[in-house]
């Protein structure tokens, strides 16, 4: 047994998250080779399946729907659905109740705010705010739906990376689209600085939380972050394709001018108007009719959040990626696969990202082996560490499968 073998024994025995990993579906060591059993790190593209859900889901569908049918938008509570489940996220992210609307998809959600913050900012005859700023870096649809609200909006889109966001800033910039933890690298930007940089030069900040929301704290209210989209399925698991949801500061709420106004956020929805009146609150986020049965089995799958800290998450999310980065220097031959996350803990998101010059097969061979991450073209492994069922003893143990394979591929 190595020694960072036994170290990664006496790291689970005494993480104070440990019980959390029983309150998911996970494999067992039957299902895999003995070595490598149920190594799941890629809960930043699909959280595990909390156990909850299967009953709830089941529930939903049998006796709410099946049973009660129309009456569960009241007796069930599938109307308040939204802003309830919103709440419940709130404290994930650093947010005050009521500023936060569960529904639709990220994408979706992206546009709003978008559209919305360039709405914050513009005055009648005044053309001067005619910049919206993109993360170069961003995930693909980002860029797209920026260019698609610039073009709504009669504004220019400027792609820049995070660390020139100060720099590239003016009195033409409108808003900043960012996000707070690159999907590639698990680099993590400076929420905090940018979202001031960004006021000061009195444009409306846009986050995207999609790869730090129930990974690290984000302290929206504490920030004064404007508007901010994410979504449910990574690393709150909350299934494929569960609602994202958008959050709306309070004290914006009155002026946040949707560009998807519907049905559902009309402050008489049943009153079949033809003009339209926003309701109040972050309410007017919404859009159509919400889906149900994935967003209540996205409200029973948070329920593994009770009792944890965000917090506490985070000091192991960290831990693990350290022992992790240490395992992988420890097991694997030098100049094999090199980092691409910082080692730094204030930019480092819940994710490791290795280079690697085969990573594709790499990534499938990991795989068979049970050890399950991903791949990004054109040489990236990406391994997400979820700290709610993510070991000790899983991390060192698919470092060492890493190597394993690497060495096979090589031999």
């Known amino acids: 047994m190595s020694e960072l073998t036994v170290r990664a024994a006496e790291l689970d025995a005494a993480d104070e998250l440990a019980g959390t990993r029983k309150q998911f579906v996970l494999d067992t060591v039957s299902d895999h080779a003995a070595d490598a059993a149920g190594v799941y790190l890629d809960g930043n593209s699909l959280g595990a399946l909390p156990t909850a859900v299967p009953g709830r889901v089941d529930d939903v569908v049998r006796r709410q729907w099946g049973a009660l049918r129309i009456r ?22 650093g947010a005050a109740a009521g500023q936060i609307v569960v529904g639709d998809s990220t994408s979706v959600n ?47 889109l400027r792609p820049v ?16 689209l960012l996000n707070h933890v690159d999907y590639r690298t698990g680099r993590l930007h400076d929420l905090p600085s940018l979202t001031a940089a960004v006021h000061a030069a009195g444009a409306v900040a846009v986050w995207d939380l999609c790869h730090s929301a ?9 920030h004064g972050v404007d508007l901010a989209v994410g979504c449910t399925y990574k690393y709150l698991n909350g299934g494929p394709g ?53 967003m209540l089995a996205l409200e029973a799958a948070l329920e593994v ?25 420890a097991y694997v031959p030098q100049g094999r696969v090199e980092s691409l996350t910082p080692l730094a803990h204030e930019q480092r998101g819940s994710q ?21 991450g991903d791949f990004r073209h054109p040489d990236v492994l990406r391994f997400g560490f979820t700290p709610l069922y993510v070991g000790f003893g899983d991390v060192e143990r698919a470092a060492r499968v890493l190597a394993e394979t690497l060495g096979d591929l090589a031999g």
């Not at 569960?72 to 489940?85: K, N």
């Not at 990202?353 to 082996?369: Q, S, T």
């Open 242 to 294: 569960s609602p994202a949801y958008l959050y709306v500061r309070q004290d914006l709420q009155d002026r946040f001018d949707s560009p998807l106004p519907g049905w559902n956020s009309h402050a008489e929805p049943f009153g079949m108007r033809d003009a339209y009146e926003p309701a109040s609150g972050a309410l007017r986020g919404r859009v159509g009719t919400p889906d149900i049965l994935s």
């Open 72 to 93: 569960s938008w009241d007796e069930s509570g599938w109307w308040t659905a939204p802003e309830r489940i919103g709440d419940r996220i709130a404290p994930l992210v």
């Open 305 to 329: 959040w009770d009792g944890v800290s965000i917090e506490a998450v985070r000091t192991k999310s960290l831990a693990l990626t350290d022992f992790f980065l240490e395992c992988v220097s």
């Open 161 to 176: 990376t995070p660390a020139e966001v100060p720099g590239a800033l003016s009195a033409r910039t409108a808003a900043v």
């Open 110 to 156: 992206v546009f709003k705010a978008l559209v919305g913050a360039v709405r914050l900012v513009s005055k009648p005859g005044d053309e001067t705010r005619d910049e919206i700023l993109v993360d170069a870096t961003t995930f693909p649809t980002d860029g797209y739906i920026a260019g698609s609200a610039a073009r709504m909006t009669g504004c220019t």
């Open 214 to 222: 129930g990974a690290l704290p984000v302290g929206l209210d504490e």
């Open 352 to 372: 490791v990202a290795l280079r690697c010059d085969d990573a594709g097969d790499v990534m499938k061979r990991l795989i068979e082996r049970g050890v399950v």
